[in-house]
């Protein structure tokens, strides 16, 4: 392993959270802190994963894609952001590509995922 991986994985295990498996096409809940003035609290987003960028590494990130009010909204979150307090995989998505950046793209039926249903997680 070289230094810079090195460095990177202690920094991983010190931050100390656990990311559940999870890629594009899957629908996922981010519980993400929000402050308001002095009171802070944690906000659900839920949608559509469309890309991971970066890998499982301290510097990933990923693209959260939802429909809010008829209109798409996407959200890039750091993968090892503080103010992101919890990851859930509500279901999973049976896709063939890495970015679902086409999804931006359509509209209604057509923007639908299928369900993978024998997902198996990794050891």
Same mark, same amino acid.
């Given at each position: 392993?070289?230094?810079?991986?090195? &460095? @990177?994985?202690?920094?991983?295990?010190? #931050?100390?959270?656990?990311?559940?498996?999870?890629?594009?096409?899957?629908?996922?809940?981010?519980?993400?802190? /929000?402050?308001?003035?002095?009171? +802070?609290? /944690?906000?659900?987003?839920?949608?559509?994963? &469309?890309?991971?960028? $970066?890998?499982?590494? &301290?510097?990933? %990130?990923?693209? /959260?894609?939802?429909? %809010?009010?008829?209109?798409? !909204? @996407? =959200? !890039?979150?750091? #993968?090892? %952001?503080?103010?992101?307090?919890?990851?859930?995989?509500?279901? =999973?998505?049976? /896709?063939? =590509?890495?970015? #679902?950046?086409? #999804? =931006? %793209?359509?509209?209604?039926? +057509?923007?639908? &995922?299928? @369900?993978?249903? $024998?997902?198996?997680?990794?050891?």
């Amino acid at each position: 392993m070289d230094l810079i991986a090195q &460095i @990177e994985a202690e920094q991983i295990a010190a #931050l100390g959270k656990q990311i559940p498996d999870f890629k594009a096409g899957d629908t996922i809940r981010v519980g993400y802190k /929000v402050t308001e003035g002095t009171r +802070s609290r /944690v906000q659900a987003y839920e949608g559509i994963c &469309i890309s991971r960028k $970066n890998g499982a590494g &301290i510097a990933g %990130s990923f693209t /959260v894609r939802k429909i %809010s009010f008829g209109e798409g !909204v @996407e =959200r !890039v979150f750091p #993968l090892y %952001s503080t103010n992101i307090e919890s990851i859930e995989v509500v279901r =999973r998505g049976r /896709v063939r =590509r890495a970015k #679902l950046y086409y #999804l =931006r %793209s359509r509209r209604g039926k +057509s923007a639908r &995922i299928a @369900e993978q249903t $024998n997902y198996k997680a990794k050891a």
